[in-house]
């Protein structure tokens, strides 16, 4: 596609309930990105996926988060027992191997 | 040593202004250091970005500053426009590596 793709853009879910997040990546680009981005702060890194390699799971802030990447395209992020303070958007970005970032427009988590 | 430092936190600046964001690293390893443009609502969208084998690069009002020795690169707003405004991250990476990013900078530019 043109650009890089999530769903939904937005999700209300209950405390203790799980939620999955999908990314449709760019065509061709051969590494996957999720990052975590609360209300007027920063880009937090939770893993990174590139070609056939082992995910860099190294932002992952807890283990009721998890990831996968399907066929080298589709990224599903799936955060299990969802807890309030999971309320944040949820960014995806693609890139070619060495190259600059596109990100989607994110998901935005609310946790009641 | 994968940290990267950014400043202003905010800024606010007049129309026509000059808007000056710095940021700067450790690791001498990184070779790609790109800045990203957010608008609310929206994801980051890549601005402009440089390699350390050139100083500086310019791309129509925004320019990037790179200096090698010192770790350090900015980026340069000319004739800063109310559209300008939004929250701008530097970042750093190697190759194979995800993108370090700066903790952003939030514009303000008042007409």
């Known amino acids: 596609g043109a650009g890089v793709s999530q769903s939904p853009s937005n999700k209300v879910t209950e405390k203790g309930k799980d939620v999955e997040l999908r990314c449709d990546p760019i065509?061709?680009?051969?590494?996957l990105y999720w990052y975590r981005q609360s209300l007027g702060q920063g880009l937090e890194f939770l893993i990174y996926f590139q070609g056939n390699s082992a995910p860099d799971k190294s932002g992952l802030p807890s283990d009721r988060f998890s990831a996968e990447r399907t066929g080298g395209s589709v990224s599903t992020l799936t955060i299990q027992r969802t807890q309030q303070e999971d309320s944040a958007v949820y960014l995806c970005a693609s890139s070619p191997t060495h190259g600059g970032y596109t990100f989607g427009s994110g998901t935005r988590l609310t946790v009641v | 040593q994968q940290q990267v430092k950014q400043s202003p936190q905010s800024l606010i600046v007049q129309k026509g202004g000059i808007s000056i964001i710095n940021c700067a690293y450790e690791n001498t390893a990184f070779d790609y250091f790109p800045w990203y443009q957010q608008f609310p609502g929206k994801g980051p969208a890549l601005l402009i970005a440089i390699r350390p084998d050139v100083s500086e690069k310019k791309e129509g009002r925004f320019t990037i500053s790179f200096n090698k020795s010192a770790k350090q690169f900015s980026l340069h707003i000319m004739d800063s426009q109310p559209g300008d405004s939004a929250t701008y991250f530097c970042?750093?990476?190697?190759?194979?590596?995800?993108?370090?990013f700066g903790p952003g900078t939030r514009l303000s530019v008042l007409p």
């Open positions: 065509s061709g680009h051969t590494a």
């Open positions: 970042a750093a990476t190697a190759y194979g590596q995800n993108f370090v």
